[in-house]
Each structure stands twice: as structure tokens, then as C-alpha cells.
């Protein structure tokens, strides 16, 4: 059963269920105490404003009931299921708990600790088959590992297409962890009345709610009679999901679903912690690598004996199946690669998007028509660029690596060509094999990191030997030039000194306007005014003292520019506004449209969050995958509303809309949790 009250009166308004056989015929606008019991009122006083709580178990006649309220908008909800008898003791889910989160941690791999939980889970749920699933950098989904009744065909490393969990799903899954069909014949119980404004009542948070008839059917095409799907959400993200089938319908009561939301966290943790670990080793295999490359830099070698020295070690330190360098007319080849014309082709294609930042695709012929004809050889690029007199290109290859992709049904047959057509399940899962070509293996964040910093330590490389020769042979053009650098360097700063004067200026300008006018609300335009150009004078500092202009750390830069607000707004907040940031390299003028955007939620978080006063705010940025997520965090009792129409909110959302990003608000218990997803660079 389903009841819905008003948060205020605890009344009744709507229920879906058998309630007049379970409650009370005269159940409607009763209150949650009469048909509950007054203890629930009591109980109900510990409600968070986000969140679930749990009512323990209500007892309706001889049978009893586990209890869960949850606020939604200006409705309470609560949900009434049977409950098993006896309960499970505490002791034995902790024990359960304790003893499968230690079997996670002692896996050697991801690999072995996804066969793990599939056992676990098992173990835990009693489904008949019990599949741990990962998403895709396309959205698609494998199955990692499984656990089934020996009676089931198995789905272990099959594949899913991305349209089988469509997007909105997918959000859903993070919000609600844990969702539960029993039996997929089940007739869904309407609201009722229906009359009175339910259409709008968000049910996003409850578990008993009915899913979609597409999904059902979807259920019904696998031959799957019960299933239930715990999310395993990595850093906020849904990296995967514990799915769980039976051929008969089957409950899973309450308390086990508690249970397997837990694991499901624990799985989580350990997730992240074994990747971590991996990528770890990574770093350290290629650190390691690298040293032993650059130690062949000798002093008086030329480039090109260093890579005719060093080819096969550079090949085999980023696991390419092909090396080649070209300079000029210069080019030196190792491993399997395309042909010297073909390869003079590529670097011609590939010197202008390796110039600022490296360069890698696994599907070179995807961009790079010509390269079809010989992908077998070089599928995977892997490119930098070094700036020197004649531009140095570095490139890796990698051989195609045909792929062997089992999919739970064809995956091109998922969604029909008619964009117009009714949505309708797939009915096939038979096994289907797909046959991929074209691709190399993927290369990793580590080993693109690791080709740029070869590049640069080459390049200081030969910077070093080309002053030594200039040194040697012209002696007075150095010099010359020496002075000219100065000069211009002398230039430099004098334009520098000139700006920021002129900065500081209108800052002053625009303080002594704010403590002079006897108009607040003008006075706090003009101190927010002040803190925007406080960070534009950040970003031109940075790009005079930077070598590279074109990027910037954006933890450096965000953690710069928290300073410099905390000294404008005063010495009040030195403590209050906390900073976790990650590493993350982003283009500077999508740094500048960050920072003011930061600035602008940090000014809306004083002005509506405390009143113009002081409080705690938190600030956070991490990476994940080819987007970043900046969070600004308050904990007022305030809310910035969404509906202001200042400039200030203009000037946020066009930013926002600049950077193709998005901005999310939700309540932060209390305050308000803003966050900035946006990708790092605008390809």
C-alpha cells in the first residue's frame, strides 16, 4: 500500500492500494496517526527534509507491515509492504555485511571482485541469475560477471546497446538505488482519487512505484518472471548496476533491499579503490619507462641517434605496435607501421591537432579517411607535436585489434529507423555476435600524459643543445638577442604593470563608490562588480606568468581565486569557505568562464544563502572521463532561488550555456548543493 498526506496536517489526500481492507473504508483525509497508530506522528517529527526514513514495522490486525516516509514537495509519502517474520537480526546482516566487504577487498582485480559480488549478491537476494553489469564509454552495457542457476543460458560477456536503459532510467538509477519488480504480471494500483492534483506528485524515491509497461515487456520478452536492479554509483556517477532475474516472481523485502543497497556501496568503494590501484601502477610502469628513456638524452647526441637508439624502447614504453619520428625530411620508423608515404600523410593531417595538446584516436579511419587502407597497421594514433624550428611530430601506432563483441540480441535492431514509431522491447536475446574492425585498443589518460611529457623533455632537450651551438658558434648574436629579449621582456612587464594598475584602479574606484553611496542594494551591486573583476585581474595574472597561455590548472587557478574573494568579502570568512580540488587541465577561456561563474555562485550563496551574512561553504571540483563537475555547497537556511532574473544570473546561465555545460540545484539538508557539469574542451 501507498499513502500520500499533506507534510502539514499528516492527512490523508490519496493511497493506492487495498487500504480499505487492510486501514479503514473512511481511509481518505484520515490522519497517518488513526489508521498507522500514534506512534507513527511521533516518529514521523524525525522526517529529513531529503531522504528516507525509516517507521519500523506497523502492525495492521495479525500481519505487520515495514514502513517507509519520505517528503516529496508538500506531500508525505509513505509505503507499506509485508514484512518477513522473524526480522533479520542486526547481527547477522552486519556479520553478512562485514564478511562480503572483506571477499571484495582481498579480489586480486576488478574482474574477480565483480565474480565476487555476482556470488554475494546471490547469496543475498536467492535470484536465479544474478549479473554484475558495467556501462560503456558508449552507453552500452557488459556483463562483467554472473552468478546463475546451472539450468539458465548464461550472459557473461555479452553485450547490451545503450537503448535498452534509456537515459532518463539511467538518472533514475542514482536517485533510486535500489528498484524491485516482484512479479512482472502484476496489475498496477492507480492513486486515488484521482481528482485530487496527484499528476503532479513526484514518485521518483518510491519503491513501490509501478515502472514502465515497456520495461515490463522487456522483462516479459527475456523470459524473466521477478527481477531487481541495486545501482553501483562511483563518485555520483552510475558506473554499473547489480541486475538480478528469476523465472518466478519472487519479493524482496525490505530490510534485503537495505542490505544490498549497502553492498552495493561497499562494492563501490572498492570499485574506485582497484581502479585507482591500477592506474597507480600504470603511472609507475611509464614513470619508470620514461626515466630510463630520457637517460639516454645525452649531452652531445643529436635526435637522431637518439632515435635510432632509443625506437624500440619509446615503441614498447606506451605499448604501441609502431614508432616514428619525423622532422623535416628526417624520419625514423620502428614496428609495424604504415609505409614511409603514408606515414608522411598522417603527420601532415596530424600536425596542427597535436600542437597544443597531444593527439590519440582508436579509430584512426574514422577520421582520417586514407587511413583505411591500411588500419590493420594503424588503427590507433597516439601523436605530439614539439615546436621547434622544423616542428618535430611524434607518433605511436597501434595494429588493429578485431573485436569479437557478443551482444544479447542484434544491438542494430534495438530502436526502429522511424524516429516517429511507438517505442516498443526488443524481443530477441539471443545470442549475437558482431564483428568489429578498424579499432585499436584504447590509449589511456597515463599513456597520453606520459607522451607529453617526453615531448616537453625532448624539447628542453633540444632547446639546451641548440643554445650550446649557438653559444659556440655565435657568440655575439646571442648576445644580441639576449638583449632584445630583455627588452622585450622589459615590454612585457611595463604592459603588465600598466593593466593591473589600471585593475586596481577601477577596483579601488568601485570600493570607494561602495562605501561612499548610502544605497545598500548599490553598494552590494558594486562590491559584487568588485569581485567579478577580481577574477578577470586573476586570469591576466596567470596568463603573464604562465609559459602556457592556452591552458591552465584549473584547481590552481579556482583555489587563487577563492583567496582573492575571501580577502574582498573579509576576514570573516578566512575559515568558512573549504576547497577540495582536483587536478583538472581545461583551455583558459573556459577557465575564465569557470571562474566567474564560481564567483557568481559564491556571491549568491552570501546573499541569499545567509542573508548577506557569513556562513560555511563548500567547493569541489573533480574529472570524470572528458567532463568536469564543480560543486559549490552551502548549508543556509536560504535557498538561491532558481527563478532570479538579475544580471548577475544572466551573465551565469550565458556562461554556463558558453562552456555546453549544465547547472543542477538540489537541496543541500539544509542549503543548497549547486553543480557545474561541463566538458573539458568544446570538441
Given at each position: 500500500m501507498l499513502l500520500v498526506a499533506d507534510v502539514d496536517t499528516l492527512r490523508v489526500q490519496a493511497a493506492a492500494g487495498d487500504v480499505e481492507a487492510w486501514l479503514s473504508p473512511d481511509w481518505l483525509h484520515a490522519s497517518l496517526g488513526a489508521l498507522l497508530g500514534g506512534g507513527v506522528n511521533d516518529r514521523l517529527a524525525d522526517l529529513p527534509e531529503v531522504g528516507s526514513l525509516d517507521l519500523n514495522r506497523v502492525t495492521l490486525g495479525t500481519d505487520t507491515f515495514d514502513t517507509v516516509a519520505h517528503r516529496a514537495g508538500n506531500s508525505l509519502i509513505v509505503e507499506l509492504e509485508p514484512a518477513p517474520t522473524p526480522p533479520a537480526l542486526a547481527t547477522s546482516v552486519l556479520s553478512f555485511l562485514d564478511a562480503a566487504g572483506t571477499s571484495f577487498e582481498r579480489a586480486s582485480d576488478l574482474r574477480e571482485m565483480c565474480e565476487r559480488a555476482a556470488v554475494w549478491f546471490r547469496r543475498l537476494t536467492g535470484y536465479d541469475r544474478v549479473m554484475v553489469y558495467r556501462f560503456l564509454d558508449d552507453d552500452a552495457g557488459v556483463v562483467l560477471a554472473e552468478d546463475r542457476d546451472a539450468a539458465i543460458d548464461p550472459f557473461i560477456n555479452h553485450h547490451f546497446p545503450a537503448s535498452d536503459i534509456p537515459k532518463q532510467a539511467r538518472a533514475l538509477y542514482v536517485r533510486n538505488r535500489v528498484r524491485v519488480i516482484p512479479d512482472v504480471g502484476y496489475a498496477p494500483a492507480p492513486l486515488r482519487p484521482g481528482s485530487t492534483?496527484?499528476?503532479?506528485?513526484?514518485?521518483s524515491d518510491v519503491g513501490l512505484r509501478s515502472v514502465s509497461p515497456i520495461h515490463v515487456q522487456y522483462l516479459k520478452n527475456m523470459g524473466v518472471g521477478a527481477s531487481a536492479s541495486v545501482s553501483i554509483v562511483k563518485d555520483g556517477l552510475l558506473w554499473g548496476l547489480i541486475a538480478c532475474h528469476n523465472a518466478q516472481p519472487k519479493r524482496l523485502p525490505y530490510e534485503t533491499r537495505m542490505t544490498c543497497r549497502t553492498l552495493a556501496g561497499a562494492l563501490a568503494k572498492q570499485v574506485k579503490v582497484k581502479e585507482d590501484a591500477a592506474s597507480y601502477q600504470e603511472r609507475l610502469r611509464l614513470r619508470s619507462s620514461e626515466d630510463t628513456v630520457v637517460g639516454r638524452l645525452g649531452s652531445e647526441s643529436s635526435l637522431r641517434d637518439f632515435f635510432a637508439r632509443t625506437g624500440d624502447e619509446l615503441c614498447r614504453m606506451l605499448g604501441a605496435t609502431g614508432f616514428a619520428a619525423i622532422q623535416g625530411k628526417d624520419l625514423h620508423v620502428v614496428g609495424r607501421s604504415p609505409?614511409?608515404?603514408e606515414i608522411r600523410e598522417i603527420a601532415a593531417w596530424v600536425r596542427k591537432p597535436a600542437a597544443v595538446r597531444p593527439f590519440s584516436t582508436h579509430r584512426l579511419s574514422n577520421l582520417f579517411e586514407e587511413a583505411t587502407a591500411y588500419q590493420a597497421l594503424a588503427s590507433g594514433l597516439l601523436a605530439v607535436t614539439m615546436s621547434t624550428e622544423e616542428p618535430t611530430i611524434?607518433?605511436?601506432f597501434r595494429a588493429e585489434e578485431i573485436e569479437r563483441l557478443n551482444w544479447a540480441g542484434n544491438p542494430h535492431k534495438a530502436v526502429g529507423v522511424d524516429p516517429n514509431a511507438?517505442?516498443?522491447?526488443r524481443t530477441s536475446f539471443e545470442a549475437w555476435t558482431e564483428i568489429v574492425k578498424g579499432r585499436s585498443q584504447r590509449w589511456t589518460l597515463n599513456e597520453v600524459e606520459a607522451a607529453n611529457r617526453l615531448k616537453r623533455t625532448m624539447l628542453e632537450a633540444m632547446q639546451n643543445r641548440r643554445i650550446r651551438e649557438l653559444n659556440e658558434e655565435l657568440t655575439a648574436t646571442v648576445a644580441e638577442k639576449a638583449s632584445?629579449?630583455?627588452?622585450?621582456d622589459f615590454l612585457m612587464k611595463e604592459v603588465n604593470h600598466r593593466v593591473q594598475n589600471s585593475l586596481t584602479l577601477v577596483s579601488a574606484f568601485l570600493a570607494m563608490q561602495s562605501r561612499s553611496v548610502n544605497d545598500t542594494a548599490l553598494s552590494e551591486h558594486l562590491n559584487e562588480a568588485q569581485r567579478r573583476l577580481s577574477a578577470v585581474a586573476l586570469v591576466h595574472r596567470r596568463l603573464y606568468q604562465d609559459d602556457n597561455v592556452s591552458t591552465v590548472d584549473l584547481?590552481?587557478?579556482?583555489?587563487?581565486?577563492?583567496?582573492e574573494m575571501k580577502a574582498t568579502m573579509g576576514s570573516e570568512w578566512g575559515n568558512l569557505i573549504t576547497l577540495d580540488l582536483a587536478p583538472v587541465l581545461i583551455s583558459t577561456d573556459r577557465a575564465v568562464?569557470?571562474?566567474?561563474?564560481?564567483?557568481?555562485?559564491?556571491?549568491?550563496a552570501n546573499k541569499y544563502a545567509y542573508a548577506g551574512g557569513v556562513g560555511p561553504i563548500a567547493i569541489s571540483l573533480e574529472q570524470h572521463r572528458n567532463r568536469f563537475r564543480l560543486t559549490v555547497a552551502d548549508r543556509g537556511p536560504g535557498k538561491a532561488g532558481a527563478?532570479?532574473?538579475?544580471?548577475?544570473?544572466?551573465?551565469?546561465r550565458g556562461m554556463v550555456d558558453q562552456l555546453a555545460g549544465d547547472i543542477e540545484e538540489t537541496g543541500n539538508d539544509p542549503g543548497l548543493r549547486v553543480v557545474l557539469t561541463a566538458p573539458l574542451d568544446d570538441s
Open positions: 492534483g496527484m499528476s503532479a506528485l513526484d514518485m609505409d614511409r608515404r611524434l607518433m605511436w511507438t517505442l516498443t522491447p632584445l629579449l630583455e627588452q622585450k584547481a590552481r587557478y579556482l583555489d587563487e581565486l577563492c583567496t568562464h569557470v571562474g566567474l561563474i564560481l564567483t557568481e555562485l559564491v556571491i549568491n527563478t532570479r532574473k538579475g544580471f548577475g544570473s544572466r551573465m551565469m
